[in-house]
Each structure stands twice: as C-alpha cells, then as structure tokens.
C-alpha cells in the first residue's frame, strides 16, 4: 500500500516507496538503499542522529525513516513544502501578531524556531554573535555573561525562575540533553545579591523580566504557550514564549519602538 514508508529509498537523491516501483523505470539511475548511505566506515549524521537519541521502534522500518529523512532535508533545502509549512507558518504568524512585544517558539530543549522583529530588537542587543548561531538556545542567551545576563536587572530571580522550569522538564521528562543544558547553565556566574528581585515560589505564574536597555528599563511578564491539540509532531515539540508589558512605560517604548521600525 505504500502506507508504512519502510521500504523508502533514494532514486537521485528523490525519495520513493520502492513498493511501487518497477525496476525498468528506474534504468540508468542512482539508486540509493540504506546500505549506500554511510561513506565508508563514516556514518551518515543522520545515522548517528537515530542511535544517539535512539531513534528506532522495532528497527524494521528503521532504513526507510533513514532514507526518507535525507530526501526530505533536500527537498528542504531546495525549498520544496513540507508537511509543517503550513503549521510552522500559521506559528510565524501568531508571533507577528504579538507584536509590538516580544514573542518567540522554542523546541523542547530551547532551541529558538522563530521569533517577531521586537525579540529580535530587544532580546538580541548586545549578545555575543557565536551565541546567537543556529541552533541559539534561549536559556544560553538569558543567562551567559556574553548573552543578555549583564542586562538582566533581576538576574537572581529571573535565573532561578528558569532553572525551576528547567528541572521541571527534567523530571518529567529524563531528557539528558536538557540535563546537560542544566549542568552548563550551572557554571555561569551566580548575582551575588537577590536584593527586592528575590526568587519566590509563585514565580512560575508570573516573573518579570526587567531589562536595562536603550529605551529605558523595560519590565516584562513572560508567558508559555503550547498547543493543546496538535496533530502534526513538530507543533508538539513547540512552545511560544510570549511577553507583555508590566507597567505603562514599557508598553508606551516598546510601542514607539515599533513604530520607529516600521
């Protein structure tokens, strides 16, 4: 039926059901099965990928997940559609929307997906430009010396309310990339004072984030958003982290500031 997808191999470089196909309307092209994937004894990236992050069910469908996910990184970068280009839309979308305040999708482990032209303005001054190469991990960005760190106001309280998310995931989840995430931001430099910014227990239901920033100090109420019903994978694995203005004055700059933009 062509409906499992296990027997998906590469006919120059197009991924195809081979159960469909007849051997004579493929003569003189390249054929490419599992076993021609790998460059000698060097693994494709995207074999390593499926046994690092263990990335099999039973195995038997394995070679065609394989297959099919290097035919649709080409097709990707040949800017043919994919299933999620309409979902993925509709999310750049509702982060346009959120404007003039800042919004941004993540992945399950930080990774930022998108973001509307007031994160990139506001939540991108000053951070170290190998910080921001893809794939730039919110939670690096937020708390690195070279990220937005020195410009974070109430780093005690707005560290501490990330790592309560952070190891919340971890709980639920054992992901050990977010575990490794966890380690790392551990080592970056602790405020040595909480002053009226103190950690308090309630701060996974509203934290500001306060910035010291060009158009001022800007107070900010973070918000996460995930989709309730999803039905394709990758709006599963998204979260949109959106912001809003804590007081008059913020949302009077950062108004202006779009204003300036457009």
């Given amino acids: 039926q062509g409906a499992c997808g296990a027997c998906t191999v590469l006919v120059d470089g197009e991924r195809i059901n081979s159960c469909f196909a007849l051997a004579m309307q493929y003569q003189g092209r390249e054929v490419t099965t599992i076993e021609g994937i790998a460059a000698a004894d060097q693994l494709h990236p995207l074999q ?7 990335g099999f069910q039973c195995g038997y469908c394995t070679p065609g997940h394989i297959c099919s996910a290097i035919g649709m990184v080409e097709e990707y970068k040949q800017g043919m559609p994919s299933a999620v280009t309409n979902n993925l839309a509709a999310v750049d979308q509702i982060l346009r929307a959120h404007e003039p305040f800042p919004a941004l999708a993540v992945d399950r482990h930080w990774n930022l997906i998108s973001h509307n032209a007031a994160a990139a303005a506001l939540l991108t001054m000053g951070v170290a430009p190998e910080l921001l190469e893809s794939p730039a991990n919110v939670l690096r960005v937020s708390l690195h010396p070279k990220g937005l760190a ?31 995430l966890a380690d790392e931001l551990a080592t970056y430099p602790v405020p040595s004072h909480d002053g009226a910014a103190a950690f308090t227990p309630n701060a996974s239901i509203v934290v500001p984030l306060v910035l010291d920033t060009p158009l001022g100090t800007l107070s900010l109420i973070s918000t996460m958003t995930v989709f309730g019903t999803p039905v ?17 004055a913020t949302s009077e700059a950062l108004r202006n500031a779009a204003a300036a933009r457009s």
């Fill in 48 to 54: 390593a990928a499926f046994i690092e992050y263990d």
């Fill in 232 to 248: 394709e994978i990758t709006l599963s694995e998204l979260a949109l982290e959106t912001f809003f203005p804590a007081d008059a």
């Fill in 150 to 180: 020195p410009r974070i106001l109430n780093l005690a309280q707005w560290r501490a309310h990330l790592f309560e998310r952070l190891h919340h995931q971890i709980a639920v989840t054992a992901d050990p990339m977010l575990a490794a």
